[in-house]
C-alpha cells in the first residue's frame, strides 16, 4: 500500500506516506485492543482472569507497570495497562519475557496459563503433545500449596495441632474430590490414593 500511495504525485504522496509509516510503527497496541473487541464473551472473561494474574504477579514481584515496562524493553508503555484490564493479548515472545521476569524460578506454570488464554492454537499443541497436562498439574499443586502459604496461622500451630489440620484438609479434599468427580462423571475412576 506505502509503495502504490508513494507514486502519488509530489508532496501528498510525501505526506501520505510518512503518515502511514508512523501509523505502521504504533498501531500494533491499538489493533491488539482492538481485537479485544471481536472476541467472545468466554474469551473476553478469560482475558480479563488472565489480566488480573498478571497484574498479581507484577505486585508480587513488588514491581510498578512502569518497572515492567523498563524490565521487558517494551516501546509502548500502555500495552501491559491493557492487557491487566483484559483489553489487549500477549504476543507468545512477551508471554515468554513477562513470565522470566515475573516468575523466574518457576515460569512454566505462567507461561502455560498465559498460552492457554492468549496462544490457544498454541496450547492444542501442546496439549496434543501432552505437555500441558503436565504443566497443569504443576499449577495445580502450586494453587494447592499456596492455600497453606496465604496463613501465617499454620505455621505457628504445634506438630500434633497441624497433623489435625492436615488430617482434616485431607478428608475434606478427598470427599470434595469424590463429589466433584461424580459431578464429570469421573466416579469410576479410582486413583491409587483413593483407595
Known sequence: MVGRLSR???????????????????????????????????????????????????????????????????KDVSLLAAVEKGTAALSFDLILRLAAVLARRDPVPVVMRLARVYRP?????????????????????????????????????SDAGFAEVLSFTQHAFEMALRLTAAQEGLDDRVEAGDA
Not at 501509523?23 to 482492538?34: D, N
Not at 482472569?49 to 507484577?58: I, M, N, T
Not at 499443541?125 to 497436562?133: F, K, S, V, Y
Open 121 to 157: 492454537d498454541l496450547w492444542r499443541i501442546l496439549e496434543d503433545w501432552g505437555i500441558g497436562r503436565l504443566s497443569l498439574h504443576i499449577e495445580r499443586e502450586r494453587q494447592f500449596i499456596n492455600i497453606y502459604r496465604r496463613h501465617d496461622l499454620a505455621r505457628g500451630l
Open 8 to 74: 502519488l504525485p509530489g508532496s501528498v504522496a510525501g505526506a501520505v506516506t510518512d503518515t502511514l509509516r508512523k501509523v505502521t510503527q504504533t498501531a500494533e497496541t491499538p489493533w491488539r485492543v482492538g481485537k479485544a473487541l471481536l472476541l467472545s464473551p468466554e474469551q473476553t472473561a478469560a482475558m480479563k482472569e488472565a489480566g488480573e494474574y498478571v497484574h498479581d504477579l507484577r505486585q508480587v514481584a513488588g514491581l510498578t507497570l512502569d518497572d515492567l515496562d523498563a524490565g521487558l524493553g517494551l
